[in-house]
Nanobody, 123 residues
Framework: QLQLVESGGGLVQPGGSLRLSCAASGFTLDVYAIGWFRQAPGKERDRVSCISRSGGSTYYADSVKGRFTISRDNAENTVYLQMNSLKPEDTAVYTC????????????????WGQGTQVTVSS
Protein backbone atom coordinates (compact mmCIF):
# COMPACT_ATOMS: atom_id res chain seq x y z
CA GLN A 1 0.00 0.00 0.00
CA LEU A 2 1.35 3.39 -1.02
CA GLN A 3 1.30 5.79 1.91
CA LEU A 4 2.65 9.05 3.21
CA VAL A 5 2.64 9.42 6.97
CA GLU A 6 3.25 12.69 8.77
CA SER A 7 4.45 13.03 12.33
CA GLY A 8 5.88 15.66 14.65
CA GLY A 9 2.91 17.95 15.12
CA GLY A 10 1.72 19.15 18.50
CA LEU A 11 1.15 22.11 20.75
CA VAL A 12 3.92 24.68 21.01
CA GLN A 13 4.19 28.18 22.44
CA PRO A 14 4.76 31.17 20.16
CA GLY A 15 8.42 31.41 19.26
CA GLY A 16 8.89 27.68 19.63
CA SER A 17 9.94 25.05 17.12
CA LEU A 18 8.67 21.79 15.70
CA ARG A 19 10.02 19.40 13.12
CA LEU A 20 7.53 17.61 10.94
CA SER A 21 8.38 14.38 9.17
CA CYS A 22 6.81 12.90 6.06
CA ALA A 23 7.68 9.23 5.62
CA ALA A 24 6.77 7.12 2.62
CA SER A 25 5.88 3.47 2.64
CA GLY A 26 5.25 1.27 -0.36
CA PHE A 27 7.21 3.50 -2.71
CA THR A 28 10.43 5.48 -2.84
CA LEU A 29 10.32 9.23 -2.49
CA ASP A 30 13.35 10.01 -4.62
CA VAL A 31 11.32 10.19 -7.84
CA TYR A 32 8.87 12.67 -6.34
CA ALA A 33 8.92 16.31 -5.45
CA ILE A 34 7.35 16.73 -2.02
CA GLY A 35 5.17 19.58 -0.91
CA TRP A 36 3.95 20.61 2.51
CA PHE A 37 0.50 22.14 2.67
CA ARG A 38 -1.50 23.52 5.56
CA GLN A 39 -5.13 24.22 6.19
CA ALA A 40 -6.53 26.24 9.05
CA PRO A 41 -10.20 26.00 10.07
CA GLY A 42 -12.39 27.87 7.62
CA LYS A 43 -9.52 28.55 5.24
CA GLU A 44 -8.29 27.05 2.00
CA ARG A 45 -5.40 24.62 1.83
CA ASP A 46 -2.21 26.52 1.02
CA ARG A 47 1.18 25.33 -0.10
CA VAL A 48 3.80 26.13 2.51
CA SER A 49 6.93 24.63 1.06
CA CYS A 50 8.19 22.20 -1.56
CA ILE A 51 11.40 20.39 -2.36
CA SER A 52 12.51 18.97 -5.68
CA ARG A 53 13.38 15.33 -6.23
CA SER A 54 17.08 15.92 -5.76
CA GLY A 55 16.63 18.44 -2.98
CA GLY A 56 18.44 21.05 -5.02
CA SER A 57 15.45 23.33 -5.41
CA THR A 58 13.07 24.53 -2.71
CA TYR A 59 10.04 26.77 -2.46
CA TYR A 60 8.67 28.66 0.53
CA ALA A 61 5.54 30.71 0.90
CA ASP A 62 6.29 34.31 1.85
CA SER A 63 4.61 33.79 5.21
CA VAL A 64 7.20 31.19 6.28
CA LYS A 65 10.39 32.34 4.55
CA GLY A 66 13.27 32.57 6.96
CA ARG A 67 11.45 30.51 9.58
CA PHE A 68 10.78 27.14 7.93
CA THR A 69 13.30 24.83 6.28
CA ILE A 70 12.44 21.85 4.12
CA SER A 71 14.88 19.01 3.61
CA ARG A 72 14.88 15.43 2.46
CA ASP A 73 16.78 12.26 3.21
CA ASN A 74 16.13 9.94 0.30
CA ALA A 75 18.04 7.15 2.01
CA GLU A 76 15.54 7.35 4.87
CA ASN A 77 12.64 7.90 2.44
CA THR A 78 11.63 10.92 4.49
CA VAL A 79 11.10 14.64 4.02
CA TYR A 80 11.30 17.08 6.91
CA LEU A 81 9.89 20.50 7.64
CA GLN A 82 11.75 22.35 10.38
CA MET A 83 9.56 25.12 11.73
CA ASN A 84 11.12 27.80 13.91
CA SER A 85 9.81 31.03 15.41
CA LEU A 86 6.29 29.68 15.23
CA LYS A 87 3.39 32.10 15.36
CA PRO A 88 -0.26 31.58 16.28
CA GLU A 89 -1.14 32.07 12.61
CA ASP A 90 0.88 28.95 11.78
CA THR A 91 -1.79 26.88 13.52
CA ALA A 92 -3.20 24.42 10.99
CA VAL A 93 -3.27 20.82 9.86
CA TYR A 94 -0.06 20.20 7.94
CA THR A 95 -0.09 17.61 5.16
CA CYS A 96 2.63 16.39 2.85
CA UNK A 97 2.04 15.36 -0.74
CA UNK A 98 4.08 13.83 -3.55
CA UNK A 99 4.16 14.75 -7.21
CA UNK A 100 6.17 13.11 -10.00
CA UNK A 101 6.72 16.46 -11.59
CA UNK A 102 8.39 19.56 -10.32
CA UNK A 103 7.17 21.58 -7.36
CA UNK A 104 3.85 23.08 -8.40
CA UNK A 105 1.12 24.96 -6.62
CA UNK A 106 -1.83 23.09 -8.13
CA UNK A 107 -3.12 20.65 -5.56
CA UNK A 108 -4.49 18.40 -8.30
CA UNK A 109 -0.98 17.70 -9.56
CA UNK A 110 -0.01 15.84 -6.40
CA UNK A 111 -0.46 12.08 -6.59
CA UNK A 112 -0.21 10.97 -2.98
CA TRP A 113 -1.29 12.68 0.23
CA GLY A 114 -0.75 11.98 3.89
CA GLN A 115 -3.42 12.17 6.54
CA GLY A 116 -2.09 15.37 8.11
CA THR A 117 -0.72 16.35 11.49
CA GLN A 118 -2.08 19.11 13.71
CA VAL A 119 0.17 22.01 14.65
CA THR A 120 -1.17 24.37 17.30
CA VAL A 121 0.76 27.47 18.32
CA SER A 122 -0.67 28.96 21.48
CA SER A 123 0.38 30.26 24.86
Amino acid sequence: QLQLVESGGGLVQPGGSLRLSCAASGFTLDVYAIGWFRQAPGKERDRVSCISRSGGSTYYADSVKGRFTISRDNAENTVYLQMNSLKPEDTAVYTCAATRGTCVSRIGRYDYWGQGTQVTVSS
